[in-house]
């Protein structure tokens, strides 16, 4: 009996229960993934997630929103407002759970998004910015912090059954 070794991907972190975030796996963690029984896998950047992670992601029968593609092609450029509501209303959707949240590094998009999330969860602005930076490292734009102080939550749809933490 051989024992199986999860290794989970980069910037991988619980934002709620049954919602992840990470950067783009390899193939060392598909098992990790696996365990997470995935129903909907929502990829922020703009070129399409590498080949093995998509055969990956085709076996587990898991549904793949691509939403990087609605904005810039320079993977410098911010989110857009319209990717973060079409985001958000994937998350607050019970329906797509178990589901993970990423980019390539699970870094700057990512956690605009997840930035979003915890505004509209009431979260204060330290708290926000605090988690951000520990997923940014080093690598922290000030714009993503910008936009998600300026991020007007008005603006997402609440459905009539959001999830438990909400």
């Known amino acids: 009996?051989?024992?199986?070794?999860?290794i989970p991907p980069l910037n991988y972190g619980m934002i709620e229960e049954d919602l992840y975030r990470s950067g783009q796996p390899n193939e060392l963690n598909f098992p990790f993934l696996e365990k997470l029984g995935l129903k909907t896998v929502v990829w922020l950047a703009p070129e399409e997630p590498n080949q093995r992670f998509l055969n990956f992601i085709d076996d587990q029968e898991i549904k793949l929103c691509h939403l990087g593609v609605i904005s810039s092609v320079n993977a410098w450029d911010p989110i857009t407002e319209e990717v973060v509501l079409e985001a958000?209303?994937?998350?607050?959707?019970?329906?797509?759970?178990?589901?993970?949240?990423?980019c390539n590094l699970g870094r700057h998009r990512t956690g605009?998004?997840?930035g979003c999330l915890r505004k509209?969860?009431?979260?204060?602005?330290?708290?926000i910015f605090e988690e951000y930076r520990r997923y940014a490292g080093p690598k922290?734009?000030?714009l993503n912090?910008?936009?998600?102080?300026l991020f007007d939550t008005d603006l997402v749809r609440v459905p009539?059954?959001?999830p438990k933490w909400l």
């Open 1 to 6: 009996m051989s024992l199986q070794h999860l």
């Open 88 to 102: 958000l209303e994937l998350i607050l959707n019970p329906r797509n759970y178990p589901m993970i949240v990423m």
């Open 112 to 114: 605009t998004i997840v």
């Open 120 to 127: 509209l969860q009431r979260w204060n602005l330290t708290s």
């Open 140 to 142: 922290v734009r000030v």
């Open 145 to 149: 912090e910008q936009f998600i102080e």
């Open 160 to 162: 009539v059954n959001p």
